[in-house]
């Protein structure tokens, strides 16, 4: 420290002098590639290294001895058959872990969606949301009377479209 700016590249982990010469010699380095391939390599999703990693052809160098001196930045294909077969495996269970999530979603709204349809439907006014609920208390079951089956209508509460179209009545 105390040497002019220091640039620090997080891909390298490694901070040098902040000036564009070796800025732009350490962007250009393989050591920087490497690191950086690295990194995008390990956030992105199976599928998608499996779809870059098929679209390559094999690297010859590799398949015959196991060795590429190009490393991860071989333009050719590295994927050996048992990573392959992880890879499709990995995608696989990726696949149906986001349709269970979706499916999860379309069933149950999350609280803030459930949230914001309530607050659509309700006029703002707090106390004509309390109002609306404490009416509707009114005429709940009471609790051991929930359950059963087969009660008489003149039992049941009355569904709260009952009172939607009583006029107030006037009195000469
Ligand atoms: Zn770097
Ligand atoms: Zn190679």
């Known amino acids: 420290m105390g040497k002019g700016k220091q640039y620090f ?3 390298c982990e490694k901070s040098f002098a902040d000036n564009p010469t070796s800025r732009r010699n350490h962007l250009r380095g393989l050591q920087h590639q490497r690191m950086k391939n690295l990194h995008y390599e390990s956030v992105q999703d199976a599928a998608t290294i499996l779809a870059v990693e098929s679209s390559k052809n094999a690297c010859h160098m590799f398949q015959q001895s196991g060795h590429c001196k190009f490393g991860i ?9 048992q990573q392959r077969n992880e890879l ?22 999350s609280l803030d969606e459930w949230l914001a349809k309530r607050a659509k439907k309700s006029p703002s006014d707090d106390r004509s949301v309390t109002d609306e609920t404490s009416q509707r ?3 709940c079951l009471p609790s051991w009377l929930e359950g059963i089956t087969n009660l008489p209508p003149s039992v049941l509460p009355p569904p709260p479209e ?9 009195w000469g």
């Open 9 to 11: 590249c997080e891909y």
């Open 73 to 81: 930045t071989c333009k050719y294909s590295h994927m050996t058959r």
């Open 88 to 109: 499709e495996k990995q995608v696989g269970a990726e696949t149906e872990a986001r349709r269970q999530r979706q499916l999860k979603n379309q069933r149950e709204p």
């Open 137 to 139: 208390s009114m005429y």
């Open 162 to 170: 009952a009172f939607q179209d009583l006029q107030p009545l006037e």
